[in-house]
């Protein structure tokens, strides 16, 4: 992950830089000439790079939540906002802790507008919506059958090697080899069939 970090970095820096849009500061002024940006480059590269990565808080479960809020969810909406005057805006927000009631909050005009821009993404960058067995609609339902199949545990891997049957027969309880019709239970995947296209 570090190296994957560094070379991504540093390509789109490169990219910046051959497009002319970094700016330099007095103190990199020399940067301008491309003989020493390739020297300055090429000692980056060298360099070996520790970017913090934090632990999640409370679990995956926890950091798969947190993000969910920024990137499935727009700033803020419409219900939350309780009051709109010229010069102030109040809106509900959770509370401090997990468990406390919602509270108040009013800010400026101004600062209100600024906190809100700070949720709108840069150029070229996209929200995630509905994708997945994250999306909002089955998630709950998703993940319960996902810690299901992983036994309550994580990474546990009980399932691993079962042929599609077999999954189906242990987590659904239901037996793909047993005919809804007569009850005869030797039936044999033999192929795929497609339905006919009239149209």
């Known amino acids: 992950l570090r190296d994957k970090f560094k070379g991504k970095y540093l390509s789109c820096l490169d990219h910046m830089y051959q497009q002319k849009q970094l700016s330099f500061s007095s103190s990199c002024e020399k940067l301008r ?56 805006v109040t809106f509900s927000a959770r509370g401090k802790s997990s468990g406390d009631p919602k509270r108040k909050i009013t800010l400026t005009n101004q600062e209100f507008i600024r906190r809100y821009l700070m949720h709108v993404l840069p150029h070229s960058f996209q929200k995630v919506r509905y994708y997945g067995f994250l999306n909002n609609r089955s998630k709950a339902k998703n993940l319960k059958l996902i810690f299901k199949l992983q036994g309550h545990q994580k990474f546990r891997q009980r399932f691993t090697g079962l042929s599609i049957a077999e999954l189906l027969k242990v987590v659904w309880n239901f037996d793909i080899t047993i005919c809804p019709a007569c009850g005869c239970c030797s039936m044999k995947p033999v192929g795929r069939t497609y339905a006919q296209n009239d149209w």
Not at 44 to 57: D, R
């Open 33 to 88: 000439n491309s003989y020493e940006w390739k020297e300055f480059k090429n000692d980056l590269y060298a360099k070996e790079w520790c970017p913090y990565i934090k632990e999640t808080f409370n679990g995956f479960g926890n950091a798969l939540e947190y993000l969910g809020r920024y990137t499935h969810k727009i700033a803020i909406s419409n219900n939350r906002i309780l009051s709109v005057t010229e010069k102030e």
